[in-house]
Structures are given as structure tokens and as C-alpha cells.
């Protein structure tokens, strides 16, 4: 057994196991922890099959970006993870059953001699100073243009999505403007009223009346 | 213009006006609607003559194509086609022109009537119908043209639908041609399944001879002839159409209808559509002697036995009825001896006097104030010059009178069925021997019972007056329509009724006597009608004895049927003029013979009993048992009752949570990949 | 690949789409929310501007361009323009609706075109990726305007669960063309094709594929049992975006399945159309049997939908130009259909009141004799009844499946189109037989009068005049065919 594939073993092994403690583990914050380790396992998959930049980005993206944002979400909001655990004993055998007989179907299948995947042969290694991010980025901006554009596309997408979505003037806000401040005239907040001198024979209506013009 | 445009412009005219008369003649008033149908008509009428003509100065050829095609189902290909040969012609020419005389007529006759637009209108869309019939290229558009002029029959014989015996009738007309178009049908299908899958009249008649002695199993191990099957389930729509026995019922009752309408639909050209028909498909029953010889024997008892019933009617526009019923039978009788032409020729002759016939009763009713007695008229010859004059020539016409048109045709059948060598064909000629006699005598005591005689409207008209009820005019408001006072006076017609009168009586003289020659024994019908002269020899040999219309008219002086019909004019006028007892006298001694002849042979009670009350009783079996029982309790609402169950059910599974929905997607993909690689996964 | 070699003419549409769009989307920020009307006359123009694009580089043949990633064929442009067509419709109905809801905002439209801005990237698609990309830019869009109702419980809670399971379907997608791209080492649709018919693709991984992606695109349609997502989502969004996820993204999807498993996956078909059947079989019982149960008028629609998915996949499994043709009908006229249904609905409802119920209908005609009247086109075209748009659509579907021998199918067919008849007519008995139990005005604009009757009468002027526009469909699909 060559140390590729020794690493290769132990690589799936680690991230098998990380892939079941994200399901069990209680404490949400351990499961995402164990999803930032399948996360670098299969960066290092990556690496193994000569595709460095890809392992970058994925720790980079999926560490760096989703998963911190992820622990932000699981611990600002408090979610009590108990309570959403609650079915989880009482549809595990049906989710069980269901997904041993997926795997073990697609096991069957894939390891059967017909898919005879054992013809497929890895790609040829590449020469040492070969890079990575200079052919990505070649097939990216002439073949791949379509997609990279439409890729372009759909993060603008996102964007408003996320913006029409969250952003939200507050009705009962209070803000104060310092412009609106700024800019006010005593007209704007006082009024001068002229009162007669005279009591007419009216007086509390007249009063009324002054206090509701005031 | 090309001759489709033609062709389609002759259909389409008529349904023009039809539709404007129909659709706005509430709009357009009553003067308005009948002008634009007459001028449809009158197109109509006008090419046809030409493209008449055309055919018969040679220049016109035979034309064969389809004009639209209307759906494609399968491959098969249904198209609106025309076919128009000189037989079409022929026929276009009578339909078209017997019409236009129509619509002239009914100007005067409906003058009153509030129905007025809608009389027009029907039979403007008549006229079109019978067009499309006649013009057919495939049976698909001739089994439309039959439906649609069946359809017409039926509204306008019901046109007074406010008097109860006018619907019975037309219901009855509806019912009993459903019986004969379900037997058209059936040939239809036979036709479409064995005949090399087409529709087309020339695909049909060619793939014909290559079936003549092919057999079907209808109930297993019986074989029957493919061809004979097939012609007689033709025939039996014919049979409905054109009021044979045993399918004539309706026609009498449809005489509720307004005397124009008899005229043109009941007498001159719908009820001889079936035998069109049968002429266009010669080329089919030349093959099967078993179904011309079924043919023959319907037509023989139609001819000889519902002229007997001529004989006892009172009401004018029944014995006319009942004269049509029986030269339809000469008709059917000559298509049964293979001459077909001879046939077509009586049918051309035949639309001409008897529409001329039935329009003369018309004006005489008009004369009478609507009073259709017999018995309450006499001597009218005085007061209705032009219509005493013109019904005498139509009778002289219809009796076979020498020089006349319909002896030529009259005789042309009795001849042609004399030298047919059909098994039933001696039966048949002595029919119509006997046949010859009793039209004359039914159609001059019409005669002499209207025209002479003393002037019985005076003194009968209160005994009779109870009787008559059934046919007057609907409107309650005009009360004077129940005939004439002791005072009134008959009056002749306005120009609009006697110029058809006199329009029609020119052809019924003269038609026959130039027409007979190319028609029978020229080659007119070459290619239109095809006759197995080896097998059915009759038409061959009665034109080799033909000398032209003068010797053929001299030459039957000395025959048998003139001599028949003058003896039966003299015993009518002895009868009805000089002794007017011995009729009385003899229908006391020959009560039961008159009884059974009153009740039409007790047909209409056979048929009303056996058939209508007990599909009566069978539609009411189906009903409980069929409908309430299986169809509303079992299937209708038990499938309801299922379908809620099961709707419920499905709901439920529609949980609204995520996680099932999820679930249920796993599930199918797994699904899919077990059902997909069991064999792999199982290995 | 040179630059020189690009050749951007086919590509014009959607360049001048997003390009207007984006211009769309800044001049919005400048515009207060009382002038919004011009943000929706300018979409309506971009809309315009597009279709007229659309019509003038239109080639009658198929055009590969942006390395064989983008194709401009005649079923694409037909079907483009169709939903072009079919967003300025549901932009004019649901003017006035979405003024009412507080949705009458920027981002409404803007996601409209990002939708189609995707949809168009579907249809157009000739590699996995660009179809891949296409599917999550509409997805994206529609997750968006579902939730655009921000304080609307249900809303929130459909573009949720749409949300979450499109994501599961996406993951099924792309696991299936990974196989299919392990089998064949390729991507490109055509290059695909040629593979398998080559042989020298692994049918084992192929079909193991093809099961994933059939799922994934049956999500896409909501066929059974990958439907779960659609009553919920129906009823959960506002009208005006149930709508959107109605009508034009049924044709994306039909191009969309119509380019993998057709196109690409030529050498399948016995497979995929077994798999086809089952789901059709499925979806046309189900859709059927569960809308008799139900008393919301979009929900039932809902099901409606699904049945008539099914019926769209009958068409496709018949594996002939004929059933594509037909189905391709079938999606066109079927959309045009849910914009006349949906669009009453609209014009029924008012600021804080849903006209979702179907008790809301009872006695219609006697509010309204001629919105009762187009409803009750749409109903009868629904339930296939001649001479309505609808029958020729189920005709034509049923006629491509007989051809090819699975008449027990097409029985099967009839009679759930019979089952169905049964709630479409109730429609049709509440609105003419029952009393009225809302009395209040019905007031329309009248612009969405003119164009909401024009689509419910365009019903029956395709019904009895289907000729052309089927003619089209075969024609568009013959060349499509002939690139195989």
C-alpha cells in the first residue's frame, strides 16, 4: 500500500466519522466543529488528487466563510436544540432503515463487476512546477466563460436577495436625524397667537379653544 | 371561374341566405329575407342549368376532387369533395329548380305566418343540404347531406310546432329514419372496413370487383355475402329516406308540415335521395341479385299497396301523399330491374308533376281558406282557373297519360321490369299493371272530387267542420282560416303561387317526351350508372324495341296500362260524378276492407305498440336496472365514494413538514435505483 | 478559444436582459416607492426589447456558441418567447396586487427577470454546467420572491420548505450528472450523446445516473413523488409569485429535460421512459384523485398541476417527434391556460383579502358575468373540454402515445382526465349555480382586463384554430431532433 493511499484511508475514515457526530452530537456548536473537520478532511482529498487550489478555497470558503458565519447564527439565536432533537429517537430507525439500504444499494451497485470502476485509471500526474490556478483561470475566462459569468449572475442574485430581504426601515425606530435638526425654523415648532384682552362671555370655551390652536 | 369555385358557389349560395334569412331575418324584415334566399336559390338554379348544359353539348367534363379537407384521422383522410357528373347534374338541376319554383310559392302561401324568416331560412338551408348530398364525392359528406336534410325534414314538418299531431309527426318522421339511418350506418362501416379503408365513391367502386364473392361471418359459421350485406344495409337507409314499406310510415304524417314543404322535400327531391343513392352505388348492387331483389319487393309493395290507400283518403294533401309513396315505390321497383336510369328519369319527371301536383293542392287550400276536405270542395274549376287547368295536366301527367311526361318514365319502368329477369319481377309487373289502374282512379276522384261537381263548401262545411280541426292554421287569432262560410267565395291565387303552378306544368308536359331519348337509351348516364348488361339485360333489350317518344307514345295505345288508366279515370268520373251512391254503397258492403285500408293496414298500431311502447318498456328496464341500479349506484357514486377514500388517504401524506417531504423524495429516488438494478443488487 | 472567435449574436437577448436589468436595478434606488410604476414600464420595455432581440436573430437552424456551452435553436427561441411573453403577462396582472401587498418594490421585478434571465440559460443550455447554472439563477430568484413578503407567515414558511428541498433536488441533480460526467467524461450535451451511441460509455453508471437526474428534474416539474413541495408553495406565496412558479418555469423545466435526457441521453430511452411512465402513471392519479379533496382554489390548482405534469411527461416518454411535439404543446398551452386561472384569481382579489378559497367564487357570475365567463374557459380548458385550447393539448398527447403502442397509458389517461373533469366543474357550478356570499365591487385595471381577457379567449381561438401554433411546435422540435 502506497502512502498516498494510506493517506487516503485514513483522510475518508476521519471524515466518516466527522460526518456522523455532525448528526449526533447534542451540542450544536460541537456538530459544527465536526463539520469544519470533514471540511478539512476533504480539503485534503483535494490535495491528494493535485488540485491545491481547490483545497484552499474549500477550507477558505466553507471554514473561513460559512461555517464561522454558521457558529455566529448558532449562537446569537438561542435555539433550543433540544427540542428540535425531539423526534429525532422516534424517525431514526425509519431514516436508518432507509438510508442503510441507500448506501448499501449504491454499494452493491458501484462494487458490482459491471461498473467495473476498477478501469477507471487516475489522472496523470503533473509536472512539478505545473500550476493549478494559472489553468483554472485560463479555462475560466476563455472556455468556461459562460458559467463564470452566470456564476457572476447568480452571486449578484444573491445580493438583492439578501438585501430585499433583511433590509427594513423600523416603524417605531428612534433614530433622530441631526440634518432634520440642523435644519429647523422656529417657524416649524412655534406659533404666536394673538388673544383679546377682553374676557368675551365664554370663557372656558374660549380657553378650549386657544389650548387646541396652541 | 373554374369549376370548383362553380361547384362550391351552387352549394354555398343557398346556405348564404340561408344563414342571413335565418341569423337576421329578424333584422332585415320579412320582404328582405325572402328576397336574398330566392337569389341564392335562384344562383343555384342558374348554374346548375349551365353546367347542365354543359354536359350535354359535351363541353363539361366530369369533375372529381376535393374542395376541403376536414380532418385526417389515422391516415384516412376526410374530405369535402364534389363529384359531378351528369347523373349529379341532373339532379342539381331538379333540386335547385323545384326549389326556386318553392320559394317563389311560399311569397303567397306563408304570406301570414309569423314564422315567415324562419320558413325561408329552413328551407334556403334545405336546398343546400340536398346540394351537398347530391354533389358528394365519399359517403362521409353523403351521410352528412342525408343527417342534415333528415334535420331540416324534421323542423320544418314540425314548422307548426304548436299543434300536437305536427310534432307527433315529426317526431315519428325522426324516429323511423333513425331506423333506416342506423342501417346506412352499418353500411357506411362496412363499407369502411372491407373496401380498402377508403370513403371515396371512385376508391369504393374500384376495390368493389375484387370483393364480389367475398363472404362475412356476422353471427359465426353463417357466411353471407360481403356485397349483398353490404347493398342491403344501404337500402335500408334508402328505405327510410324515400318511405318504403316497411320504413313509409312517416311519410303521410308529414304532410302537418305547410303544403310547400311537402312539395319540395316530401315529394320532389328529399325522398328521393335514397334513390340516388342507390343509383350512384349501381356499381355495388349490380353485384348482389339477392339485394336487388330485396330492393324490388320493397318497392312493389310500396307501389301497389299504398296507392290502394290513395283511394280512401279525404284529405286532399293525403291522397297526394299517398300517390307519392306509390310512384316512389315504381321507383324503387325500376332500381331493383337494374334501370337505374329509368328510375332517375321518373324521379326528374316525377319532382316536376307532383311538386306541381302538390302546389296546385296548395293553392286550393289557399282558394278553400285552409280547409283540406275533399269532401267540402267541387266545382272550384270556375273559381281557380289556373290551378284547375295545371292540376288537371299534373294529373294527366302522374297517370301515365301518352305524351305526357310520366307516361314515358311510368312506362319506361313497367317495361324495363318486364324484361328483367329477377325472380320477383313477375310478381312486380302485375303489381304495377294493377298499380297503373289505381292511380288513375285515386287521382281523378281528387280531380273530379276538387274541380267539379257540385259546390259542397256551402251546404257540408258545418258537418265537417269538427273533423277538419286538426289542420288549421295554428294562430288562434285568425279564425276565419277554418275554411269557408256559407258565403264566401273562392278565390284564385296571387301570381307568386300560380307562377309556379305554370312554371312547373311546362316540364311535366314536355320533359318526358324530349328527355326519354338521351336519358334511357343514349349514353347520358355512361360512367355515372354502370349496369351488368350480362347479367341484368332488361335496359339493353327495351331500347333495341325503342323507336323514339311518338311511336312509343302511338305504339301504347294498344297497351294494357293506357287502357287501365282510362278505365280507371271513367270509373272515377262514373263513381264520384255521375253516381255518387255507389262509392257509399260500396264501402257499406266492404266495411272491413275500407276499415283496414282507413287504419293503413294497422301499421301505425303494430309499429306504435310493438316498437315504441316496447322500447318503452326496455329503455325502462335499462333505466332502473342500467342507470339507478349499476351506472348511479355502482360505478358513479361507488367511484366517488372510492375516489374520496383515496383523495383523503393522499392528503394525509401531505404532512407540511420538510422532513417528510424530504422523505418521500429519498424514497422515490430509492425506489427508482430498486427497481432499477434488482437484478444487480440481488446478485 | 479565441476571441476572436466568439460570436456573440446568438447570445444577444439575454446580454441585452441582463444588461437592461442591471440598469434596471440602479436606476431603481434613485426612484421613491410612489413612482414605481416606472420600474415596471421600463421591465415591461426590457421585456419588449428582448422578445424583438429574440425575433431578430432568430435562425431557423441550431447555432453553438461560448464553446458549445450556449445554443440558439428554434425551440429554444419559441419557447423563450413564450416566456417572455408569459412574465409581461403576470407583470401586468399582478401590478395592482402587489401595490396592495407592499410588494410593488424594485426587487419584485428585478428578481422577475433574474428568473428569467435564468430560465433563458436553461432553455438555451447545451452543457451540464450552463444548465446547472441556469436551474440555481431561477431557483435562487424564486426562493427570493416567495419570501418577498417578509411578514407573511405562510410565504416565509413556502420559501422555506422550496428553499430546502430545491436544495436536496439540486444535490440529486448534480450527483446524476456526475455519474453520467464519470461515464462519459464529458459535459457537453451533444458530446454526451455521441459517447453513448459510441459505446464507449459504462451503461451500470449511466442509468445509476440517470436515476438521480430523473429525480432532480422531477422535482423541477413536481412530478410524483418529488411533488410534496408544490401544493404547500402554491398556497403559501402571494398569487403573483405562485404564478411566476407556475406558468413560464414549466416550459424551462420541460427544455430543461427535454436537453438532458432527448439530447443527451439519447441512447436511454427505453429507461428513462419506463421511469417516465411510472412517474406520469403516479402524478396524473395522485394530481387528480387529492384536488378533489381540496377547498383552496390554489391548492387545488396545485394539484391540478401536478396532474398535468403528468401528462406532459406521457408526451415526452413517447419518444418520437410526434410525443415531444406534442408535449411541447401541451407545455405552451398549459401555461398560457395557468395565467388566465391565476390572473382571475388576481383580479378577484383585494388589498387584505385572497380570493383562494373556493367558496370565494360562489355566485361569481352574478358579481361578474365575464370574469365567470373566462373563468369558466380556463376550467373547461383545464379539464380538456372541446373545443377549448386544452382538449387538442390532451388530444395530440394521447394520439403520440397510442402511435407508439401503450394504449392501456393513454385509457389510463382519459379516465384520470375524467376524475379531474370533476373538480374543474365544481369551479364552474360555485361561480353559476351557487349564491352569492360576497357582494363586494370587483375593480380591475384596464390594462389586466384587456390582456386577462385576450389570454382566456386566446384559449378558445387556439381551440379551434390549433394549426398553427402546432405546426410550429413540430417544426421548432424537427430541428431540434435533426442536430442528434
Known amino acids: 500500500m502506497s502512502f498516498p493511499t494510506v493517506v487516503f484511508y485514513v483522510l475518508s475514515a476521519i471524515l466518516i466519522f466527522a460526518g456522523l457526530r455532525v448528526i449526533t452530537a447534542k451540542n450544536p456548536v460541537h456538530a459544527a466543529l465536526y463539520l469544519v473537520l470533514a471540511f478539512f478532511t476533504s480539503a485534503g482529498h483535494w490535495l491528494l488528487l493535485e488540485s491545491e487550489f481547490l483545497a484552499i478555497s474549500l477550507v477558505l470558503v466553507y471554514v473561513g466563510a460559512v461555517m464561522v458565519l454558521f457558529l455566529f447564527v448558532v449562537m446569537m439565536l438561542d435555539i433550543n436544540f433540544e427540542k428540535l432533537r425531539e423526534g429525532f429517537w422516534k424517525n431514526a430507525p425509519l431514516a436508518g432503515t432507509v438510508g442503510l439500504i441507500m448506501v448499501g444499494e449504491m454499494v452493491l451497485i458501484l462494487m458490482s463487476p459491471e461498473a467495473s470502476l476498477g478501469s477507471y485509471k487516475g489522472a496523470a500526474p503533473l509536472a512539478a512546477d505545473a500550476s493549478n490556478i494559472r489553468e483554472l483561470g485560463r479555462l475560466i475566462y476563455t472556455t468556461y466563460l459562460w458559467p463564470f459569468e452566470l456564476a457572476a449572475v447568480v452571486l449578484l442574485v444573491g445580493m438583492v436577495a439578501a438585501i430585499a430581504l433583511t433590509m427594513r426601515k423600523r416603524k417605531d425606530t428612534k433614530f433622530v436625524n441631526p440634518g432634520d435638526q440642523v435644519v429647523v425654523r422656529r417657524d416649524d415648532r412655534v406659533r404666536l397667537v394673538k388673544m383679546a384682552a377682553v374676557k368675551r362671555s365664554e370663557p372656558v370655551a374660549e380657553a378650549e379653544s386657544a389650548d387646541q390652536q396652541a | ?683 | 478559444m479565441n476571441w476572436a472567435d466568439l460570436n456573440l449574436v446568438p447570445v444577444m437577448p439575454e446580454i441585452f436582459l441582463i444588461s437592461a436589468l442591471s440598469v434596471i436595478l440602479l436606476l431603481d434606488l434613485f426612484i421613491s416607492d410612489a413612482k414605481r410604476g416606472i420600474t415596471y414600464g421600463l421591465s415591461l420595455l426590457t421585456l419588449a426589447g428582448t422578445a424583438a432581440l429574440q425575433v431578430y436573430t432568430f435562425e431557423p437552424y441550431a447555432q453553438y456558441t461560448l464553446s458549445n456551452m450556449f445554443v440558439a435553436d428554434p425551440l429554444a427561441s419559441l419557447v423563450k418567447l413564450a416566456m417572455y411573453g408569459a412574465t409581461a403577462m403576470i407583470l401586468v396582472y399582478s401590478r395592482q396586487y402587489a401595490a396592495d401587498r407592499d410588494m410593488f418594490k424594485g426587487e419584485f421585478f428585478t428578481l422577475a427577470l433574474f428568473a428569467l434571465f435564468g430560465m433563458n440559460v436553461m432553455v438555451s443550455a447545451s452543457h451540464f454546467l450552463s444548465l446547472y447554472m441556469g436551474l440555481e439563477l431561477l431557483s435562487l430568484s424564486l426562493y427570493a420572491l416567495i419570501a418577498l413578503q417578509r411578514d407573511s407567515v405562510p410565504a416565509t414558511e413556502a420559501a422555506m420548505k422550496y428553499f430546502v428541498l430545491g436544495a436536496l433536488a439540486s444535490g440529486l441533480l448534480l450527483y446524476g450528472m456526475s455519474m453520467v460526467y464519470g461515464a462519459t467524461g464529458t459535459l457537453e450535451i451533444a458530446a454526451i450523446a455521441k459517447s453513448i451511441h459510441g459505446g464507449s460509455a459504462n451503461q451500470l453508471l449511466l442509468v445509476f445516473g440517470l436515476v438521480f437526474l430523473v429525480a432532480g428534474l422531477a422535482f423541477k416539474l413536481g412530478a410524483v413523488p418529488f411533488h410534496m413541495w408544490i401544493p404547500d408553495v402554491y398556497q403559501g406565496s402571494p398569487t403573483a409569485i405562485t404564478l411566476m412558479i407556475g406558468a413560464a418555469p414549466k416550459l424551462a423545466a420541460f427544455v430543461f429535460i427535454f436537453r438532458i435526457l432527448v439530447q443527451g441521453l439519447d441512447g436511454l430511452t427505453g429507461d428513462w421512459q419506463s421511469m417516465l411512465a411510472i412517474m406520469a402513471v403516479l402524478s396524473m392519479a395522485i394530481g387528480n384523485i387529492t384536488a378533489i379533496a381540496q377547498t383552496n382554489l390554489k391548492r387545488m390548482l396545485a394539484y391540478s398541476t401536478i396532474s398535468h405534469m403528468g401528462f406532459l411527461l406521457l408526451g415526452l416518454l413517447a419518444g418520437n417527434e410526434q410525443g415531444y411535439s406534442s408535449a411541447l404543446f401541451y407545455a405552451v398551452t398549459y401555461v398560457l391556460t395557468t395565467l388566465a386561472s391565476f390572473g382571475v384569481i388576481m383580479a378577484l382579489s383585494r388589498a387584505g383579502f385572497e380570493c383562494d378559497k373556493l367558496e370565494d367564487l360562489k355566485g361569481l357570475n352574478s358579481r361578474n358575468s365575464w370574469y365567470a365567463a373566462l373563468m369558466l374557459l380556463t376550467m373547461f380548458s383545464l379539464a380538456g373540454i372541446p373545443p377549448l385550447v386544452g382538449f387538442y393539448a390532451k388530444f395530440a398527447v394521447i394520439k403520440a402515445i397510442v402511435d407508439i403502442g401503450l394504449v392501456k397509458l393513454a385509457v389510463f389517461a382519459v379516465a384520470m382526465s375524467l376524475i379531474g373533469a370533476f373538480y374543474y366543474l365544481r369551479v364552474v357550478k360555485h361561480m353559476y349555480f351557487d349564491e352569492v356570499q360576497d357582494t363586494s365591487p370587483i375593480v380591475v385595471r384596464g390594462d389586466m382586463q384587456l390582456v386577462l381577457s385576450l389570454n382566456a379567449l386566446a384559449l378558445l381561438v387556439l381551440g379551434v384554430l390549433p394549426e398553427r401554433l402546432i405546426e410550429i411546435c413540430v417544426e421548432a422540435m424537427k430541428q431540434s431532433l435533426t442536430v442528434l
Open chain 2, 1 to 683: 371561374m373554374d369549376m370548383k369555385s362553380l361547384y362550391l358557389l351552387i352549394a354555398l349560395a343557398p346556405l348564404a341566405g340561408s344563414l342571413i334569412a335565418g341569423l337576421f331575418g329578424w333584422a332585415i324584415g320579412r320582404r328582405a329575407s325572402h328576397v336574398v334566399t330566392i337569389l341564392g336559390v335562384a344562383v343555384s338554379a342558374v348554374l346548375s342549368l349551365k353546367v347542365l348544359s354543359g354536359f350535354i353539348s359535351g363541353q363539361t367534363e366530369v369533375f372529381n376532387g376535393s374542395v376541403y379537407t376536414w380532418l385526417t384521422v389515422g391516415g384516412h383522410e376526410y374530405a369535402v369533395g364534389f363529384l359531378v357528373d351528369k347523373l349529379t347534374a341532373m339532379m342539381m338541376v331538379v333540386v335547385s329548380c323545384v326549389s326556386l319554383m318553392v320559394h317563389i310559392y311560399t311569397i303567397g302561401y306563408m304570406q301570414e305566418d309569423p314564422g315567415y324568416q324562419r320558413f325561408f331560412s329552413y328551407i334556403s338551408l334545405f336546398t343546400f343540404s340536398m346540394l351537398m348530398l347530391v354533389m358528394s364525392n365519399n359517403f362521409i359528406q353523403l351521410f352528412f347531406g342525408w343527417e342534415a336534410v333528415g334535420l331540416v325534414s324534421y323542423l320544418l314538418i314540425g314548422f307548426w310546432f304548436k299543434r300536437p299531431t305536427a310534432t307527433f309527426a315529426n317526431l315519428k318522421a325522426f324516429l323511423v329514419n333513425r331506423v333506416g339511418d342506423f342501417g346506412f350506418l352499418l353500411g357506411i362501416g362496412l363499407v369502411l372496413a372491407h373496401f380498402g379503408g377508403s370513403l371515396n365513391y371512385n376508391d369504393v367502386f374500384a376495390a368493389a370487383p375484387a370483393l364480389a364473392n367475398k363472404t362475412i361471418q356476422i353471427f359465426p359459421g353463417v357466411e353471407w355475402s360481403l356485397m349483398t350485406v353490404t347493398c342491403i344495409l344501404l337500402f335500408v337507409g334508402a328505405m327510410g329516406k324515400s318511405a318504403q314499406f316497411p320504413l313509409h310510415v312517416w311519410l303521410p304524417d308529414s304532410m302537418e308540415g305547410p303544403t310547400p314543404i311537402s312539395a319540395l322535400i316530401h315529394a320532389a327531391t328529399m325522398v328521393t335521395a335514397g334513390l340516388f343513392m342507390v343509383s350512384r352505388m349501381s356499381p355495388l348492387f349490380e353485384m348482389s341479385d339477392t339485394a336487388l331483389n330485396f330492393v324490388m319487393i320493397s318497392g312493389t309493395i310500396t307501389a301497389l299497396f299504398m296507392g290502394f290507400l290513395g283511394i280512401v283518403q279525404n284529405d286532399i294533401k293525403k291522397v297526394v301523399a299517398y300517390s307519392t309513396l306509390s310512384q316512389l315505390g315504381y321507383m324503387t321497383v325500376a332500381l331493383g330491374a337494374s334501370a337505374y336510369s329509368a328510375a332517375m328519369f321518373h324521379v326528374m319527371t316525377h319532382a316536376f308533376f307532383k311538386a306541381l301536383l302538390f302546389l296546385g293542392a296548395g293553392s286550393v287550400i289557399m282558394g278553400m281558406h285552409h280547409d283540406q276536405d275533399m269532401r267540402n270542395m267541387g266545382g272550384l274549376r270556375k273559381y281557380m282557373p289556373i290551378t284547375w287547368i295545371t292540376s288537371l295536366i299534373g294529373s294527366l301527367a302522374l297517370i301515365g297519360t301518352p305524351f305526357f311526361s310520366g307516361f314515358y318514365s311510368k312506362d319506361s319502368i313497367i317495361e324495363a321490369v318486364a324484361a328483367s329477369h329477377l325472380p320477383f319481377a313477375g310478381v312486380a309487373y302485375w303489381a304495377l299493371i294493377i298499380g297503373v289502374f289505381v292511380t288513375a282512379f285515386y287521382s281523378f276522384r281528387m280531380y273530379f272530387l276538387v274541380f267539379h261537381g257540385k259546390e259542397r263548401w256551402m251546404e257540408n262545411h258545418g258537418a265537417h267542420h269538427g273533423h277538419d280541426d286538426d289542420h288549421d292554421d295554428e294562430e288562434p287569432s285568425t279564425d276565419h282560416h277554418h275554411g269557408l262560410g256559407p258565403n264566401d267565395k273562392p278565390h284564385e291565387s296571387p301570381w307568386v303561387v300560380t307562377l309556379p303552378l305554370l312554371a312547373l306544368a311546362i316540364p311535366s308536359v314536355l320533359i318526358g317526351f324530349f328527355a326519354i331519348e338521351p336519358l334511357l337509351f343514349g349514353d347520358f348516364f355512361k360512367g355515372a350508372i354502370t349496369i351488368d348488361a350480362l347479367k341484368h339485360p332488361g335496359m339493353h333489350e327495351l331500347a333495341e324495341e325503342f323507336h323514339g317518344p311518338v311511336a312509343m307514345a302511338v305504339h301504347a295505345l294498344s297497351t294494357l296500362p293506357f287502357w287501365l288508366a282510362l278505365s280507371g279515370v271513367v270509373v272515377a268520373w262514373f263513381f264520384y260524378l255521375k253516381a255518387p251512391q255507389i262509392p257509399a254503397a260500396i264501402k257499406q258492403q266492404f266495411s272491413a276492407v275500407h276499415k283496414v285500408l282507413e287504419n293503413k293496414y294497422y301499421l301505425d298500431d303494430l309499429y306504435f305498440n310493438l316498437f315504441a311502447k316496447g322500447a318503452r318498456a326496455l329503455g325502462t328496464l335499462f333505466w332502473k336496472v342500467g342507470d339507478m341500479l349499476l351506472i348511479d349506484g355502482l360505478m358513479v357514486n361507488g367511484t366517488a365514494k372510492l375516489v374520496g377514500v383515496f383523495s383523503r388517504l393522499t392528503r394525509k401524506l401531505q404532512t407540511g413538514f420538510i422532513y417528510s417531504y424530504a422523505t418521500t423524495m429519498i424514497i422515490g429516488v430509492l425506489g427508482l435505483m430498486t427497481l432499477w438494478f434488482a437484478g444487480i443488487i440481488l446478485r
